[in-house]
T-cell receptor, first 116, second 112 residues
């Protein structure tokens, strides 16, 4: 089956620094990728929709200047958490939609971010 | 913002019992999906039910969908300790171009 890979799986960074998380579709082209954030014991909250070659569409309440999303190729989207603070510590999960018209969505394994 | 609500928030049962989780949503959907998540891990896709379907089975899983009530249920029969996890419904809503909105989830604990 299709695989979506996230890297890193765990990262610890200092407060005030930026950290980048990668989401790759390994064996298919993903015109659309989605980024979610999940706090402990809570559900997944959609942050933004990333389309290849265009600007991401952010959900209400998500700061686009803080969570930079780049989808430069059909197999890679990146989420950069800028000037990270402890409250940004969370589990970040991406998903990728296969093809333009299909509704099959594949999820990555997630990335744990801890800001100290 | 999240579209779905799930109940119960937590469910504790004994092995062999059935577990039923419910999900409600607010807008028209293309399909509804159920996912499982073990603590601190990624999501495992369980089953997808389309808006024109009413019931679907997969192994010990049975999903129903009532679009008039905007609700769905997931039944796990003959539960096992390995079924212990969080279960989420996710709606692919009409006009949302395939972005999935997740419900609050149900934390299921199955005791041996």
């Amino acid at each position: 089956g299709a695989v979506v890979s996230q890297h890193p799986s765990r990262v610890i960074c200092k407060s005030g620094t930026s950290v980048k998380i990668e989401c790759r579709s390994l064996d298919f082209q993903a015109t659309t990728m989605f980024w979610y954030r999940q706090f402990p014991k809570q559900s997944l909250m959609l942050m933004a929709t990333s389309n290849e070659g265009s600007k991401a569409t952010y959900e209400q309440g998500v700061e686009k200047d803080k969570f930079l999303i780049n989808h430069a190729s059909l197999t890679l989207s990146t989420l950069t958490v800028t000037s990270a603070h402890p409250e940004d510590s969370s589990f970040y999960i991406c998903s990728a939609k296969q093809g333009r018209s299909g509704n099959t969505i594949y999820f990555g394994e997630g990335s744990w971010l801890t800001v100290v | 913002s999240q579209q779905g609500e799930e109940d119960p928030q937590a469910l504790s049962i004994q092995e062999g019992e059935n577990a039923t989780m419910n999900c409600s949503y607010k807008t028209s959907i293309n399909n509804l999906q159920w996912y499982r998540q073990n603590s601190g891990r990624g999501l495992v896709h369980l089953i997808l039910i389309r808006s024109n379907e009413r019931e679907k089975h997969s192994g010990r899983l049975r999903v129903t969908l009532d679009t008039s009530k905007k609700s769905s249920s997931l039944l796990i029969t003959a539960s096992r300790a390995a079924d212990t996890a969080s279960y989420f419904c996710a709606t692919d809503f009409s006009g949302g171009y395939n972005k999935l909105i997740f419900g609050a989830g149900t934390r299921l604990a199955v005791h041996p």
